[in-house]
């Protein structure tokens, strides 16, 4: 069966460091990866996708992850976050022609602090 | 272009009642897919429409279920409300053309969802 594992659901770090957020998967078929940001009150944002090609994405606000297929992950990373980084971080998988089913993480809170 | 639009924003009903969700995709998006997102069990997939059939569904009872009209806006129905539904339940819509590239080269986009409190 198909899981997603955000390996940590909290990350306090302070304003300006450099942050990762680990996200592992399980499939024994190709997958795409997404990462989503939740902040309160809101629904999900795309925050960038793989679906082939180039390992390394880069997404909006300064956002990249890396897939790397060997070690099933795909972990997001910011050089540098600022205080409205602060928000819940999901981590998606989906397979080929289930594009509007996606299998989410727990998520990752991320906090941000001055 | 306007977002994924969920009524109402929020909503209370009791134990045994049922409720109505409505969502309006992106104008243009075919797909509709809904969640459930609650502290426990994270987001789970509901159910997918495509050109108002459902293409995809996930484990839940069926108390749940959803619809979508010709012009791709979509209802997610709950009959007999327990109190393990309270939850936010997400609408998201996509391009999701049949087969090709384009169906799942498409992210979804979601909405800000509705809070069902049931007590």
């Known amino acids: 069966a198909q899981s997603v594992t955000q390996l940590d659901s909290q990350v306090p770090v302070f304003e300006e460091a450099p942050v990762e957020l680990r996200c592992n998967y399980s499939?024994?078929?190709?997958?795409?990866l997404f990462w989503y940001v939740q902040y309160p009150n809101q629904g999900l944002q795309l925050l960038l996708k793989?679906?082939?090609?180039?390992?390394l994405v880069k997404g909006i606000n300064g956002f990249e992850a890396e897939f790397n297929k060997s070690q099933t992950s795909f972990h997001l990373r910011k050089p540098s976050v600022h205080i409205s980084d602060t928000a819940e971080y999901f981590c998606?998988?989906?397979?080929?022609?289930?594009?509007?089913?996606?299998?989410f993480g727990q998520g990752t809170e991320l906090s941000v602090k001055p | 272009k306007a977002g994924v639009t969920q009524t109402p924003r929020y909503l209370i009903k009791t134990r045994g009642q049922q409720v109505t969700l409505s969502c309006s995709p992106i104008?243009?998006?075919?797909?509709v897919s809904w969640y459930q997102q609650t502290p426990g069990q994270g987001l789970q997939f509901l159910f997918e429409?495509?050109?108002?059939?459902?293409?995809n569904k996930g484990n839940f009872p069926g108390r749940f279920s959803g619809r979508q009209f010709s012009n791709s806006r979509s209802e997610m129905n709950v009959s007999t409300l327990e109190l393990g539904d309270s939850a936010l339940y997400l609408c998201?819509?996509?391009?999701?053309?049949?087969?090709?590239?384009?169906?799942?080269?498409?992210?979804?986009?979601f909405g800000n969802g509705t809070r069902l409190t049931v007590t």
């Open positions: 998201a819509s996509s391009l999701a053309a049949t087969g090709g590239m384009s169906s799942y080269n498409s992210p979804l986009h």
């Open positions: 499939s024994s078929v190709s997958v795409y």
């Open positions: 793989y679906l082939s090609g180039s390992t």
């Open positions: 998606a998988v989906s397979f080929y022609n289930q594009g509007g089913k996606l299998i």
């Open positions: 104008s243009g998006h075919r797909s």
């Open positions: 429409y495509f050109s108002e059939t459902q293409r």
